[in-house]
């Protein structure tokens, strides 16, 4: 169980990561372009580790589930993106990471049994985490954007289920198969964007760090996942959000709130309850 545990808790590290790299270029630049640069990266250095490791290229049933995975990411990257601009990221956030979690949770459950009572427990303790660490200091207002949130929720949560059906057999050829409706959809918007591109060293730099430890996160979760359970990969990877916050506060200095560090202890005290 222990191996397992460290994976998801490895794809959690590097999408925290990797959210705050892009997260950082993209004030920087064009977000469309600096996604499209991240998910490029990523879909080289998964052919290159296929080729490299001289893993065989799955049967087509597993590239399809590849790409109806980056498809539903696609879709739910887009979502969170407008979401984000129109609505309160207190309201936002929070949605789509616990959704992302709940969808495989609830899967794993009907296709794997459920797990024990101490696992449900962690389970609810670290999606509470999830909450109180996505949630900034001021939520006032009308909630807007709440569609919108479950939308991206959703179509993250497929993606977790999608990937760890095309990886039953591969690691790195179905990761490249998803990269490919990312890369169409992030190509069109690019180019229909009127926004500067505002690409300098820095941002290509930090564009890169973010496409390949997204990468990194997702080989680790397809790992987790062919050795353990969906539904414990799933809810310890999703407490990505935690590594973002933490990032910021090292490297910008940004102040972290209360809540926040009420959910950052919530999430650490759900892994060994999860780990059973």
């Keep these: 169980m222990l191996a397992p545990i460290g994976l998801s808790l490895s794809a959690a ?4 990561v990797a959210d705050f790299s892009g997260g950082l270029a993209s004030k920087q630049a064009n977000v469309y372009k600096v996604v499209l640069t991240a998910h490029a990266t990523g879909l080289a250095l998964m052919v290159a580790f296929a080729l490299i490791r001289g893993e065989q290229v799955p049967n087509t049933q597993s590239l ?6 980056g498809t539903a990411g696609t879709v739910g990257l887009a979502a969170l993106y407008r979401g984000l601009a129109v609505g309160k990221m207190g309201i936002v956030a929070p949605i789509t990471a616990v959704l992302t979690a709940t969808l495989p949770v609830v899967y794993g459950g009907i296709s794997q049994g459920l797990p024990r009572a101490i696992q449900l427990g962690g389970f609810f303790l670290a999606a509470m985490g999830i909450i109180l660490i996505s949630r900034p200091e001021k939520t006032e207002g009308v909630p807007k954007g ?4 479950v939308l991206s929720g ?4 497929l993606f977790l289920i999608f990937i760890k059906m095309a990886g039953t057999s591969a690691v790195f050829w179905p990761l490249a198969a998803a990269r490919f409706p990312a890369i169409i959809l992030m190509g069109a918007l690019a180019l229909l964007s ?3 591109s505002g690409f300098s060293p820095r941002v290509v730099r930090l564009a890169l760090v ?5 990468t990194a996160g997702n080989a680790f979760f397809i790992l987790a996942t062919q050795q353990g359970r969906l539904d414990v ?14 990032m910021a506060f090292f490297v910008l200095k940004e102040r972290m709130t209360s809540i926040q560090n009420l959910g950052i202890v919530a999430a650490l005290a759900s892994v060994p309850m999860i780990a059973g």
């Excluded at 399809?64 to 995975?69: D, K, R, T, Y």
């Excluded at 973010?210 to 997204?214: E, H, I, P």
Aim: proline share 5%.
């Design 13 to 16: 590290a590097c999408w925290g």
């Design 64 to 69: 399809l589930w590849g790409m109806a995975a």
């Design 146 to 149: 709440l569609g919108l949130a």
């Design 154 to 157: 959703a179509g993250f949560g």
């Design 194 to 196: 009127k926004e500067p």
């Design 210 to 214: 973010a496409g390949t430890l997204d």
């Design 233 to 246: 990969a799933a809810m310890l990877s999703s407490l990505y959000p935690a590594m973002t916050v933490i």
